[in-house]
Every structure is written in C-alpha cells, then in structure tokens.
C-alpha cells in the first residue's frame, strides 16, 4: 500500500477519533449549565472504555468467517498481540484503530438520551456490555462478512449498501437510546421548552467538529480501496449536509416563526446521519434531495417525543434513529445503478430495509433488557433531588463555570 493512502489511512482515524469530542460539545451546550460535566464525562467515558474493549477483543468479534457465526471469537486474538507481529502488522493495526472510533463514537451517541439522569458507574456499565453484545456483533453483521453483508447473496438480490453506518452506527445508537430512555423515564418536570441549551456557541462548536471529522468518517475507508470513490463521497457529504441545514430552518421558519442556530446545527447532524450510509452510491444530485428530506423530516419527528411521552433528552432518536432509517431506505430508492429509480428495482430496498430493521429491533431489545437489569439491581438514575439540585456536583463534584469572586 502506498505512503499516501497509509496517510489517508492515519488523518480520517484522528478524525473520527475527533468526532467524540465534537459529540460531548454538541451534547454539553444542550443541556443545563448543572448538567455539563455530566454531560460529556459520558462520552469521555465512553472513549476510555470502549477503547479498551476493542484493543482486547472487540476487534476479534467484528469478524467472521460465515455469514451464520453471531459474532468472532473475542479470545482468537485477545490484545491483538498476533494482529501486531504479522507480515502487515503496521497497516492492519491501523485498520483495527480506524474500527475503533467508529465502535466509540457509536456508543457515546446514545448517552444524549439520557441527559440530566443517569448514574456515571451505571452508564459505563450499560456501554461496555452493550457494545460487546450489540455493537461488535453488527459491526460483524454489517462489515464484516456475517449475514447482513451477505443477504444480498442469500436471497439473490442486490448487496445491503452501508458505506458508512447508518445501520452499525445511527439506528443501533437511535435503537439503544429510545430503550434506556423507556428505562430512564421522564425528567423532573418534562415537557415541552423543560431546558433551554445553557451554551448555544458549545452546540455550534461540537457540530462543526462533527462536521469536519465525519470527511474521515464517510471517506477515511478510502485508503483501503486506493481512494477510487473519494471524490464523490466528500461531495455528498458536503451536499447533504448543507441541504438539510437549509430544510430545518425552513421547517422551523414555518412552525415557529424563526430559524434558530441550534436547529441549523441539529439539521447539520441530520443530513451527516443520512449520507453515511449513501455516500459512495448516490449521484450529487440525489444526495442533495437526501439531505432536504432528512432536515425537514428530522425536524418534525424530534417533536414526536412530546407526543408519545418518552423523554429522549437531546434527540437521539429524532435525529440518528430517523436519520439513519431515512438514509438507509433512500438508498432503495435512487442507489446508483439499483435503485428502484435508477435502473434497478426493489430488491435494493428490500435488503435495505431488512438490515435497517433487524438491526433496531435486535439494538432496542438488548438495551433496553440491559437497561432495567442495571435499574433493577444497582440503579441507573440518580434521585430526584439530584436531578434537581445538578447532576454535575452531585455525581462529580465539579461545576462546569465555578467562577470565583474577586
């Protein structure tokens, strides 16, 4: 492999490995001024462990050799120790690390569904065992040559399109959310306008990290494949995501009377989750509709929350679940060369739609068993007084702005 695509290789891993900073400021400057710390300690958290947990054998389930094997085998390579001193040790490490942030910044989406309410010790508990059962098992159904990857030999159809995680990643991390916010339940006093984000600059920081750092997550497995669809897969990102921008605001214009800058920002991570799974298959001009679709929809389903009565704090469902389902599906539709529309027929959403849904029902039941097992024995939500009086000093004893008088 040339220098320049192990470059390729290094840049969109410390990318992605970025996104997880981005996704504590996005999630931080939602929430209350007492819940900040909270807040990001959570994907914080989520980095150290899971970091941990695939170095040791999360990357050994992410692979198996039949379409019929549920997962690898964590203990064939425990530490990657084999992995490091074979003849292409240097670039296969690299891969692994790549793989890595993907697996983290998965888990740490999930955490905005319970903002405000939950124990640290508990939501590392729930991250941990959740992407050994959940994530590393898909990562291998999806990725990795299990059965999702092949249905589309099993049925004889057209192969399931997930460049980059719309299933592994946006609806395992929606599915998983909804279920510990079912657990959770309701913040105290919940309801429409409950919190107004406490730091709107930190909202628009995180989403512009996301935003730079989701290049490396939609083209970084490029350097693999010798850069042959980089172009195409930079252009959509941008052409999504700028489209749904636009479609959230003119949704909230319409519905509200005024287009917010935490809106523009969600619309961003709306048409970011749609285009990751249709970033290397779909024509400039489709990603363009892909992306209007994803901000306008998003923006309606976020108040969906409401209506059913579950209190998924930050959206977590509205955006990812959604968005992840709408750009899975989309590609059943307008995938270049077997799209129902562009030469092919319905085979495409068919496997489409298998995969987007096998992988929800299978991410919500395990998280949300997971879930009230840790509710039921050590407890997953701090006390209501805690809630109130701030999370932030009541489970890390810091505030996030102690400013000292002078």
């Not at 809106?263 to 961003?268: D, F, H, K, P, V």
Request: aromatic share 12%.
């Amino acid at each position: 492999m040339d220098t320049g695509s192990i470059a390729w290789g290094l840049t969109a891993t410390a990318l992605v490995l970025f996104m997880t900073p981005g996704v504590a400021f996005f999630y931080g400057g939602l929430v209350k001024a007492k819940s900040v710390i909270s807040m990001m300690m959570m994907s914080f958290g989520a980095l150290g462990l899971i970091s941990v947990l695939w170095i040791l054998y999360g990357f050994n389930m992410s692979a198996v050799g039949s379409p019929t094997q549920f997962a690898g085998n964590p203990f064939s390579d425990f530490g990657l120790g084999q992995l490091a001193m074979g003849e292409t040790g240097s670039i296969d490490l690299l891969g692994a690390t790549y793989g890595a942030t993907f697996a983290i910044i998965t888990v740490a989406l999930i955490s905005g569904a319970v903002a405000d309410r939950a124990k640290f010790g508990s939501w590392m508990i729930f991250a941990g065992v959740w992407a050994t059962l959940v994530y590393f098992p898909v990562a291998a159904w999806v990725w990795g040559g299990g059965w999702i990857m092949k249905l589309g030999e099993t049925l004889s159809l057209p192969g399931v399109i997930d460049y980059a995680g719309g299933t592994a990643v946006h609806i395992n991390a929606g599915a998983a959310a909804l279920a510990l916010a079912l657990v959770l339940g309701k913040r105290v006093g919940f309801q429409k306008g409950i919190t107004k984000p406490h730091n709107v600059p930190l909202v628009l920081i995180g989403a512009s990290i996301l935003w730079f750092g989701w290049f490396g997550f939609n083209a970084g497995a490029e350097w693999l494949n010798g850069l042959a669809n980089v172009g195409i897969i930079v252009v959509n990102t941008l052409g999504a995501t700028a489209a749904a921008i636009l479609a959230w605001m003119l949704v909230e214009k319409f519905k509200d009377g005024k287009a917010t800058s935490v809106g523009a920002a969600s619309g961003a991570v709306a048409g970011l989750v749609a285009i990751t799974p249709a970033c290397a298959n779909l024509e400039p001009g489709w990603a363009l509709l892909l992306g209007a679709v994803a901000g306008a929809v998003c923006a309606l389903a976020v108040e969906l929350k409401f209506k059913l009565g579950f209190d998924d704090s930050l959206d977590v469902v509205g955006i990812h679940l959604v968005g992840g389902i709408i750009g899975t599906l989309y590609l059943g539709f307008f995938a270049i060369g077997t799209g129902l529309f562009t030469g092919g027929d319905l085979g495409q959403l068919a496997v489409q739609a298998i995969a987007a849904f096998s992988v929800l029902v299978y991410s919500f039941v395990v998280a949300y068993l997971l879930g009230l097992a840790i509710e039921k024995t050590i407890g997953f939500r701090i006390k209501n007084e805690d809630e109130l009086a701030g999370i932030d000093t009541s489970v890390h004893g810091e505030e996030g702005y102690a400013l000292e008088r002078v």
